[in-house]
């Protein structure tokens, strides 16, 4: 019997071995011999290339489990805002790739690690499970070093004892990604292998692909919250506007601060949860509540409400008229304040003080009864509200004050309308009086007079006359004033022509250069009106009757939502230095010896457009002539 075995190698590697048999004695000649070591050798190969096909298609299996896998979790992490349903997605990608791995996900709360989701093996390790929940302090080196670097760390060959890290003996390889938001690290997120002392290249770019897609869910996260927070304070702040809009309509009906406190607190109590709202004034050395909404939930603390309290001791009120800042609690102290009894219901309390012209004038008080912090949306709320308050009050105080002038200059107006009335009535008989007996002196005396008594007399009749003038000019101004208003539409147009040919008729030997351009049509009263044009164009008339060539323009502007009627002159002019001068009743700029009459016509003008609505507006320069105008607002459609 005789047998031969032929070992297969490969590469140096054994794989088998192969026996032959033979049931007779058999001597193997030098061919046999060399065709079975040739057999062994294709056999080697060929043995090598099925186990190498075997293994290339497991690592294939492998690699196609673990990119479906991962292509799952990436799906899973485009549009997760839920940070932590992404980790435990992320773990379960990890506990394929490394089957017994461990991992957790920790979040910075209180100076400390804690970890908020990890995976079931944990349960079988009590201890490091209790130590990992108690927290791991910010020093322990595997969270130390990311949070100083900002970087993954990945530690080979993991040591207990160096890491400060206790019940983890069962741990060869560590790694830790720190998520930061912000630039600021809020999260860790770990790995822990028993069986790979190292980690790879190709392990370290899976972990570091994980912990991208946690980070970038984080800061999706915050984004969102973010977002939220800031739609509830948009939501709030237009609630809120929305509701003062209305409030502050009142202003147009009334300038009561009362009323538009009133409903400030009325809208205040509307927009927020379960409490009541009080507005707080000092009244003689006591918080007073001058308005409220709602119940307060307990008789005795309405009772001590209405009785107030004593300023200087109570911080939720003092504190605010101090500060001129608002003061959120988000948890109510029951005895800050009052008797502890009266308020143990209440559990968070706003305060926030009225400003008007820069003063404090009462404070916003806003208690709540529900455990509920005051978020960014409340604050926005009670902000804006008791800033859009302190703004219509003073707006209020404004319409108050300029009602009270307005009264009191039209009490004032009439007071000088009646006195200028009743002494120009008055002035006329002594002036009668003086004219009378001058003619009646004059016919007594013998004549020829001399010429100084001849004087006398005329300088008597000139200074009488003058007053009258000045009479008829007060009467003018008073009759003005007192006139009802007739609104019509006035055509401007013809009433420049009117007054233009009373000027040729009165004026025949006058030269003038007229340059009228269109004019509109306006609203007012005709008569009035027609008073001052014919100021306007008697006053160019008049002082330009010393030039050789006397031209007078006349035009309108269209200025949007008003009328201008400018007449402008080549006349003597004026110093603008004293412009305010040329409305003043009797106020002149030239010596009344050159230019005649009363001065009373520019003022009356004056207050005639300012009963319309409109200003008088003057312009000139000596020698070179002078634009006077006025300007009317446009009738509303």
């Known amino acids: 019997m005789a047998s031969a075995v032929l070992p297969l190698v490969e590469g140096g590697r054994p794989l088998g071995v192969i026996v032959l048999d033979f049931r007779e004695p058999h001597h193997f000649t030098p061919d046999e011999r060399h065709f079975l070591q040739t057999l062994a050798v294709h056999c080697a190969l060929a043995l090598d290339r099925a186990q190498l096909a075997s293994n290339l298609e497991k690592q294939v299996q492998d690699r196609t489990a673990e990119l479906e896998a991962f292509v799952r979790f990436a799906e899973a992490a485009d549009g997760e805002t839920n940070v932590l ?28 690690w804690r970890v908020k989701v990890y995976t079931s093996d944990l349960e079988a390790q009590p201890d490091l499970l209790a130590s990992i ?23 080979d060959g993991w040591d207990p004892q160096k890491e400060h890290f206790a019940h983890t003996e069962s741990y060869q390889s560590v790694a830790t990604f720190p998520l930061m938001v912000g630039g600021t690290i809020q999260a860790m997120f770990a790995l822990g292998i028993k069986d790979i002392p190292r980690w790879s290249g190709h392990h370290q770019a899976v972990f570091r692909s994980v912990g991208r897609s946690l980070r970038l869910a984080l800061e999706r996260t915050e984004t969102a919250r973010q977002l939220a927070a ?77 009785a107030g309290f004593p300023v200087g001791q109570v911080p939720s009120l003092d504190l605010p008229y101090q500060t001129r800042e608002p003061l959120f609690q988000d948890h109510y102290d029951p005895a800050r304040d009052v008797a502890p009894e009266l308020v143990e219901h209440v559990s968070t309390v706003a305060t926030l003080p009225v400003l008007v012209n820069g003063e404090v004038m009462g404070i916003f008080n806003a208690p709540l009864f529900g455990l509920r912090p005051w978020s960014a949306a409340d604050q926005a709320v009670l902000k804006t509200t008791v800033h859009s308050l302190g703004l219509a009050l003073e707006r209020a105080e404004q319409a108050r004050q ?72 007060m009467l003018d101004v008073s009759r003005a004033s007192r006139q009802l208003l007739k609104a019509e539409q006035v055509e401007l147009d013809r009433v420049f022509g009117a007054v233009r040919h009373e000027v040729g008729v009165a004026l025949p030997q006058r030269q003038i250069d007229w340059q009228v351009g269109a004019l509109p049509t306006v609203t007012g009263d005709a008569g009035l ?9 008697d006053n160019a008339v008049k002082y330009t ?28 002019g004026f110093n603008p230095q004293y412009g305010d001068r040329l409305f003043t009743m009797f106020q002149r700029l030239h010596r009344q010896e050159d230019f005649e009459g009363p001065a009373v016509s520019l003022a009356n003008a004056r207050r005639i457009v300012a009963r319309h609505g409109g200003t008088m507006t003057a312009e000139g320069q000596p020698g070179v002539g002078a634009t006077f105008g006025f300007v009317l607002p446009k009738a509303s459609p």
């Open 85 to 112: 349903a992404l980790a435990r997605r992320a773990m379960d990608v990890l506990t394929l790739l490394f089957p017994g791995c461990t991992s957790a996900y920790y979040d910075l709360e209180d100076g400390q």
């Open 133 to 155: 929940k108690a927290g791991m302090p910010l020093d322990t080196p595997v969270f130390a070093q990311p949070m100083q670097t900002g970087q993954p760390v990945f530690v």
């Open 230 to 306: 800031q739609n509830a304070e948009l939501l709030a702040r237009t609630q809120a506007l929305e509701g003062f809009a209305a409030l502050t309509h009142e202003l147009g009906l009334t300038s009561d601060p009362g009323v538009l406190i009133g409903q400030a607190v009325a809208l205040v109590r509307s927009l927020l949860p379960p409490g009541y709202v009080i507005f707080w004034q000092v009244q003689g050395g006591q918080w007073r509540a001058t308005a409220q909404r709602g119940d307060v939930g307990n008789p005795e603390l309405q009772a001590a409400i209405d």
């Open 402 to 473: 300029v009602t009270a002038q307005r009264d009191l200059l039209q009490a004032s107006n009439e007071e000088l309308e009646a006195f200028t009335y009743s002494v120009s009535h008055d002035l006329r008989t002594p002036v009668r009086h003086i004219v009378s007996f001058g003619d009646l002196l004059r016919r007594s005396l013998p004549e020829p007079l001399d010429d100084k008594a001849e004087r006398y007399l005329g300088i008597i009749r000139t200074a009488a006359d003058t007053l009258n003038t000045l009479i008829d000019g």
């Open 529 to 537: 009106l027609r008073r001052v044009v014919t100021a306007l164009v």
């Open 545 to 572: 009757r010393g030039r050789d060539r006397a031209v007078i323009e006349v035009w309108a502007e269209d200025r949007g939502q008003s009328w201008a009627v400018l007449v402008r002159d080549n006349g003597v």
